[in-house]
């Protein structure tokens, strides 16, 4: 019903920056929030970033400053810009959405395929 297409992953050296892109297609209603998770070899997936339905943004205290989400509304798709990246940034990034297909039908999350993310020198 919902389908979410990221890219913009790769692998970048210590303080150089990424810009992920997720791009919603299918039939969708209405996008409650929209949201960036990271998941890190080992550890539990955490929220990075999310962006409400009146453009309100909340970030991880750890990446305030760095990153930055926003979206286009006519392309359907969110981005994250990633600046002055660290070696504990990397990951596998998920974008998210809190969506509804139709008028009606119950909110639900929809998830992306995942894009890996890796700071290295």
């Known amino acids: 019903q919902v389908q979410l297409v990221e890219s913009g992953g790769g692998s970048v050296q210590p303080g150089g920056s990424l810009r992920l892109s997720c791009a919603a297609s299918?039939?969708?209603?209405?996008?409650?929030?929209s949201a960036w998770y990271r998941q890190a070899p080992g550890k539990q997936r955490e929220l990075v970033a999310s962006?409400?339905?009146?453009?309100?943004?909340m970030y991880a205290d750890s990446l305030k400053g760095r990153f930055f989400i926003f979206r286009d509304n006519a392309k359907n798709t969110v981005y994250l810009q990633m600046n002055s990246l660290k070696p504990e940034d990397t990951a596998v990034y998920y974008c998210n959405l809190n969506a509804a297909v139709s008028r009606g039908i119950p909110y639900g999350d929809y998830w992306g395929q995942g894009t890996q993310v890796t700071v290295s020198s």
């Open positions: 299918g039939r969708i209603f209405d996008i409650n929030t």
């Open positions: 962006m409400t339905r009146g453009a309100g943004t």
